[in-house]
């Protein structure tokens, strides 16, 4: 009996053992295998390098003027449309004359008798003087009385001052007489230069005021731009604004023609620069060639690609392969399959791409970085352009 239940004891031992070793067995198998972690590498090559700072805005003329009249007054004719190209001194809007015209016709009659006022006091004066100067030598021939030459004397004196007053008014009524033809004329709202008109804000009939003295302004009348030559205002931040300078090239897309590129340059740099939530930019002007202003309309959204620096056929490495130890910034090269750490002279690098001055050579194969996955090692990176 003993011995039976020692055979069966080891029997359930041994099954249990061969068990557990099938079970092992099978999770071993059956678990994912860990990979060992690839490095990422790449050649260095040669190509071209551009330094270029990007920037958003909207395509605008230089100046946008707004057109608001020097007379009050009710609108009788508007001769212009929106989208329409005036020309300088076009008539835009006329307003009704009636009342500038009898203020003119007012100042007219002022000046009339002015004119006439002038008259009659010359000559008065005249008179005067000739009396006074008759009866001067009848005084020295004794022949006339002292007080009668100083009384004409006197009235000399008197009707020559009135002649400088009636004078000083014919200027005056000349002057009214200007600006009375002035204000007539300022009924007429014309065109300041050559031009598009972008919006119209008045109607036939409507009573608009002048501009003049006004403190609201007066009433916008249009709003109008000289769109031969469009700009951008784009804000770049303060760590790339050092770098740009007027006349730099620069390439335009907007999103309303994708397959297109314009060409412009950089005019001006604001010397005071913008802070928002903490962030300073400065606004750069760019000037659009002319295809662009033939193309583009104004408050198109503008990607401007500024080039700021370019280099011809130079090496260069994708710059997460540059590291700094210390004092020392160099790549790792692979070496008999093996990274090894190896000091470079870098030049300039636009954040994807750092020029190497050197240290490494064409075609050496460097580490990016590790990675988990598998990755075919020794592939070029990506914007490295073709080999020269």
Not at 204 to 232: C, E, H, K, W
Not at 235 to 245: F, G, L, Q, T
Not at 310 to 324: D, F, G
Request: proline share 4%.
């Amino acid at each position: 009996m003993a011995k039976t239940i020692a055979k069966t004891v080891a029997w359930v031992l041994i099954l249990g053992a061969l068990g557990y070793g099938g079970y092992y067995t099978y999770k071993k198998r059956s678990a994912p295998t860990q990979k060992r972690p690839r490095m990422r590498t790449a050649k260095v090559g040669r190509s071209d390098f551009k330094l270029i700072v990007s920037a958003t805005g909207a395509v605008e003329p230089l100046d946008i003027v707004e057109i608001r009249p020097k007379a009050t007054g009710e609108v009788t004719k508007i001769n212009f449309e929106e989208g329409q190209v005036v020309t300088k001194g076009q008539l835009l809007v006329q307003l009704d004359p009636i009342v500038e015209q009898r203020r003119l016709n007012q100042a007219r009659a002022d000046l009339a008798i002015a004119r006439a006022n002038v008259l009659k006091a010359q000559r008065v004066y005249e008179h005067q003087l000739s009396k006074y100067n008759t009866e001067l030598k009848l005084l020295r021939k004794r022949l006339t009385a002292k007080e009668k030459v100083d009384d004409l004397k006197h009235e000399v004196a008197v009707r020559k001052a009135e002649l400088a007053v009636v004078k000083a008014q014919l200027l005056k009524a000349f002057e009214q007489v200007k600006e009375a033809k002035d204000r007539l004329d300022d009924t007429k709202v014309l065109a300041p230069f050559k031009g598009v008109i972008l919006t119209r804000t008045v109607k036939l009939g409507q009573i608009i005021f002048s501009g003049l003295g006004s403190i609201s302004g007066g009433t916008l009348v249009a709003r109008m731009a000289d769109l031969n030559t469009l700009y951008v205002r784009v804000d770049v931040d303060e760590a790339d604004v050092a770098r740009i300078r007027p006349n730099h090239t620069c390439s335009v897309t907007v999103d309303a023609l994708p397959n297109r590129s314009f060409g412009a340059k950089v005019i001006r740099v604001n010397p005071e620069g913008k802070t928002v939530n903490n962030v300073t930019t400065f606004e750069v002007i760019i000037e659009l060639d002319d295809a662009a202003a033939k193309a583009m309309l104004v408050r198109m959204t503008a990607n401007v690609r500024i080039l700021i620096e370019e280099q011809k056929n130079k090496l260069v490495v994708p710059s997460v392969a540059v590291r700094k130890f210390g004092k020392r910034t160099g790549v790792f090269v692979m070496v008999d399959g093996k990274p090894t750490f190896r000091p470079i002279k870098p030049g300039t690098t636009n954040g994807t791409l750092t020029v190497i001055e050197g240290g490494v050579k064409e075609d050496e194969t460097i580490v990016l970085s590790r990675i988990q996955r598998r990755s075919r090692p020794g592939g070029r990176f990506m914007g490295m352009g073709r080999k020269k």
